[in-house]
């Protein structure tokens, strides 16, 4: 991923909880909201979540201003397996300040990075969280 444009800085004690979460052993579905502080040019935490489905977790999203999101479900697979996948979400609905979606944008492939995640998911809406989950993902 390219480091070409970084505008936010990844918050040392979100990248902790970042990497426990990327090992933990729990199976329910859980997620980590994150936001941009513009004041301190840095992702943040803004809330995390244990047992949460992705309608509970779309309804926890702002209708008006991005956010970063690692989410973990569980999924069975056609074949019975399952397994618990680690999805990054970039919620950016319609109608957000063009100032915010550039900085989420330029912060974007840092936090990915940071995080060690491989299955990205764009959201331009709130409806697009529900409909992206998919077991092409996986």
Same mark, same amino acid.
């Given at each position: 991923?390219?480091?070409?444009?970084?505008?936010?800085?990844?918050?040392?004690?979100?990248?902790?909880?970042?990497?426990?979460?990327?090992?933990?052993?729990?199976?329910?579905?859980?997620?980590?909201?994150?936001?941009?502080?513009?004041?301190?040019?840095?992702?943040?935490?803004?809330?995390?979540?244990?047992?949460?489905?992705?309608?509970?977790?779309?309804? =926890? /999203?702002?209708?008006? *201003? !991005?956010?970063?999101?690692?989410? @973990?479900?569980?999924?069975?697979?056609?074949?019975?397996? $399952?397994?618990?996948?680690?999805?990054?979400?970039?919620?950016?609905?319609?109608?957000?300040?063009?100032?915010?979606?550039?900085?989420?944008?330029?912060?974007?492939?840092?936090?990915?990075?940071?995080? =060690? /995640?491989?299955?990205? *998911? !764009?959201?331009?809406?709130?409806? @697009?969280?529900?409909?992206?989950?998919?077991?092409?993902? $996986?």
């Amino acid at each position: 991923m390219s480091d070409s444009l970084v505008v936010c800085e990844v918050d040392p004690e979100l990248r902790e909880k970042l990497r426990k979460f990327r090992f933990r052993k729990e199976t329910d579905n859980a997620a980590i909201i994150m936001k941009v502080d513009k004041d301190r040019q840095m992702v943040v935490l803004e809330e995390e979540f244990q047992n949460i489905s992705p309608d509970e977790l779309k309804m =926890e /999203l702002p209708e008006r *201003q !991005p956010r970063f999101v690692v989410y @973990s479900y569980k999924y069975v697979h056609a074949d019975g397996r $399952v397994s618990y996948p680690l999805c990054f979400i970039f919620s950016s609905p319609v109608g957000c300040k063009p100032e915010q979606q550039m900085m989420y944008a330029g912060s974007k492939n840092r936090l990915v990075q940071t995080a =060690e /995640l491989t299955k990205v *998911q !764009p959201a331009a809406g709130l409806h @697009s969280v529900r409909e992206g989950w998919s077991g092409s993902w $996986v």
